[in-house]
């Protein structure tokens, strides 16, 4: 089975910087797609950040310019720098990888941005 196991997040600053990290319990290199979503508060889920297995990444408008995600495929992590942080960047963030037509997600981490 799967597991996909995050970390890091936590509170931070506006202007400020986070990190996440997400090990999978597979080479993360069979998944077509790892990357996070956030769930804001009162906001639908949206995906924030992707990397496909070619190493080509993408973003959500909203983060453009300040999320990272990275991968170091001999640990099987994904990464997401969040630099430059806004109050609007608060919420659970999820671990999500796609291998064929099944998707798989993390447990959630919380990130809070105080003003």
């Known amino acids: 089975q799967v597991q996909l196991v995050e970390s890091g997040g936590g509170l931070g600053q506006v202007g400020g910087s986070l990190s996440l990290s997400c090990t999978t319990s597979?080479?993360?290199?069979?998944?077509?797609?790892v990357g996070w979503y956030r769930q804001a508060p009162g906001k639908q889920r949206e995906l924030v950040a992707t990397i496909n297995v070619s190493g080509n990444t993408d973003y959500v408008d909203s983060v453009k310019g300040r999320f990272t995600i990275s991968r170091d495929s001999a640990k099987n992590t994904v990464f997401l720098q969040m630099n430059d942080l806004k109050p609007e960047d608060t919420g659970v963030y999820y671990c999500y990888a796609k291998k064929l037509r099944t998707d798989y997600g993390g447990q959630g981490t919380q990130v809070s941005v105080s003003s």
């Open positions: 597979e080479n993360i290199l069979f998944f077509n797609v």
